[in-house]
């Protein structure tokens, strides 16, 4: 199947190519860094004399096709010194280039080679590209650069909360953002609970955060993509790098195989907090133990030939919470969790023109909870694992034109609650089977430069599910079973098509200003449902069925970008509009049958989510940041909730500011701060309370109708350079969280006393996390 696909986008596209390459020839290659021979992703190829020009994709490869002629080409990158070759195009060219580091350059001379006016002049709207070298150098928490977190301070992109990784996209929740790691995908995202994300930033290349107009390429969830990419390996030579923080610590290898032909990478980082600690915490029959994680990525790249390259990454990472009573209770609680990911990934060169990538991705995500007492246990097992091939096929007719098409099929397994549990001397068990389903897509894309003032990019996706067997399925009238279903491994129970245009369009109005705007529909077949204002281990994943129908979302968006004084700053303002359906609640009484099937627990409604975004940065020069403010809206209506009354989302959040500011002071000192405020999380209040029969009984309010007070912080850092020769590199990273130990609501809990008069007390307590916060990093570079 996979050839069959393969070769029908080749046939296509060579067709088209015939009917479009006369009196045109291609030039092609790819760009790496010189002192690491890594790809270089996003890198800049301009020609002089047309004023055009385009960039490199994930894989550094690059293509031109122009009419003959002699022209000048300029390759630049980010950091890295600009190279101009004079070529005399009269046939097909390969070239290849090697990008070096160029010298710190002050704000009057640019010798990085960045594409200054990016954001202006793309099609793409509502993307952040992050650089990792700005995640390293931000204040963090407990000392962990952390990739979600910094995304946090983009517009447009809010927090779950006190000490948490989570996102919320435009008003959508973590499970409905599309997070890959090298094209496998990331189910959990968060360490410690979601205090940290799982993405360690010495292993990672890349990362695009895609907020709208998503492009046809991407699919299966609603609200946004975040594509992240490994670091491939150094074929030069050996290399390696960590460093030592409050809670944990990290180590990264790499170096080349085969010199200039093959490479590896691994990166490990493991906390240690809870080792020093537990043993103090066990002395003092504290019952709780400082949980722990760890994660290990890696990755090889080999060059097969000229035309042929092969990437075999993996992530493998664990948590571990627990707590065990002493005495003579027996109590005990534990909670393992954790993701793994394996991307064997293939890309071929038929010409110049024409660029293939197929890729086996697999990803396994697995939560447990264990519980004892005495001589009872209980153990609770959930998850969802996923065999996938994708594809693709680059085709570039000419300068002014991209085309891309691909397919895409994964096989979802999805394990419901599954529980175990032995009481004295009696076993149960529930008897829910494991769920199967199949994905497939097939997307089209075109980006066209139509004139000097306006570029699209327009896609198609259409998409199709089946819920399959082998199981049963029990179905339920109240808590009573009244059928049983069963189904073979080709038998459906439900199955959907979904049709997803994908539209952005750029309008020039002149060298520094642009209007954009974007549309997409997107159609998501899992979902995962929490009662929790984030993401937790314990949320489980489920298909669509006949019962749970695809969530589908659509998004349009508009706004004006705006750079000043040669690229010195950019400003944005983009306004949004989402409209979403199939949304998968929980009911207001939620009752858990062991033996029922957990969608019979949902109810389903719409939502909707509109706001405006502002953003104004500066790029060059020893001060920069930028400040990011959002005003947004989100609310939902569900016929089942509140008498089909619309509520705020938990997801929403009316105002959110972010201030970014960094100071390079000189060749060795550099301080960074950021401050962030934000509307305080909605929560449904409690109204009432009555005393029946001995038992406080609670009567709630509308579901989110009361907002916990606001949220901000001010964070410091600074970085001193150790050492930093062609050899050695080694710096002292300082940050203090929260400076003026704000103490903000993590959640609020009634706590209930009881007089001796038989009076009784009830008041609302807030929990908070982190008081002022200072930590040291010591990182390092051989």
Partial sequence: MLQKLTSFFVVLLFFCSSLQAQNQFTISGYLKDASTGEDLYAANVYVKEILKGTTTNVYGFYSLSLKPGTYTMVFSYLGLQEVERLVTLDKDLTLSLELSEGEVVTAEVIVTGEKQDRNVDDAQTSVVELEIKTVKELPALLGEADIFRTLQLMPGVASAGEGNSGLYVRGGGPSQNLVLLDNATVYNPGHLLGFFSVFNADAIKSSTLIKGGIPAEYGGRISSVLDITMREGNTKEYEFEGGVGFISSRITAQGPIIKDKAAFIISGRFTYLSFLLNPLLKKSDTPINIPWFFDINGKMNFKLGEKDRLFISAYFGRDRFSFSSSGGSGLSFELPYGNATTSIRWNHQFNGKVFMNNSFVFNDYVSKIRAGFQNNSFELNSGIRDFGLKGSVEYFPKITNKFKAGYEYIFHQFTPYVYEAQLEENSFSSNIDVKYGHEFALFVQDEIDATTWLKINAGLRGSMYASTGPNERIYFDGTQPVDTVKKG??????????????????????EETSIKTGFNVNYQYIHSVSQSTTTLPTDLWVSSTD??????????????????????????????????????????????????????????????????????????????????????????????????????????????????????????????????????????????????????????????????????????????????????????????????????????????????????????????????????????KY
């Fill in 489 to 510: 491994a080709f038998d459906s129970y439900a199955t959907y098509f979904g049709i997803e245009p994908r539209l952005n369009a750029r309008f020039k109005i002149d």
């Fill in 547 to 780: 019962i749970v129908k695809p969530e589908i979302g659509t998004q349009v968006s508009l706004g004006v970008f705006r750079n000043f004084k040669n690229n010195m700053y950019e400003t944005s303002i983009e306004g949004y509009y989402k409209k979403t359906w199939n949304q998968v609640e929980y009911g207001n009484e939620p009752v858990v049958n062991a033996n029922e099937e957990i969608e019979d627990q949902f109810v389903f409604g719409t939502g909707q989510a509109y706001g405006a975004e502002f953003y104004v940065a500066k790029r060059r020069g020893n001060f920069t940041g930028w400040i990011g403010y959002t005003l947004a809206w989100t609310n939902r209506n569900f016929p089942d909730i509140d008498e089909g009354r619309t509520f705020y989302n938990k997801y929403d959040r009316r105002h959110d500011l972010s201030v970014v500011l960094q100071y390079k002071i000189n060749e060795r000192w550099s301080l960074n701060a950021t401050f962030v405020y934000g509307s305080g999380q909605t929560t449904t209040p409690v109204v009432n309370r009555y005393i029946i029969s001995g038992n406080i009984v609670n009567e709630y309010g509308d579901r989110n109708s009361y907002r916990l007070p606001a949220y901000h912080r001010l964070d410091l850092g600074a970085t001193y350079i150790l050492k930093d020769n062609e050899k050695r590199y080694s710096d002292l990273n300082i940050s203090i969280y929260n400076l003026y130990s704000r103490q903000n609501p993590y959640f609020i809990y009634d706590d209930v006393n009881f007089s001796s008069s038989g009076n009784v007390s009830i008041n609302a307590k807030q929990v908070s996390l982190f008081p002022i916060l200072p930590t040291v990093t010591w990182n390092f």
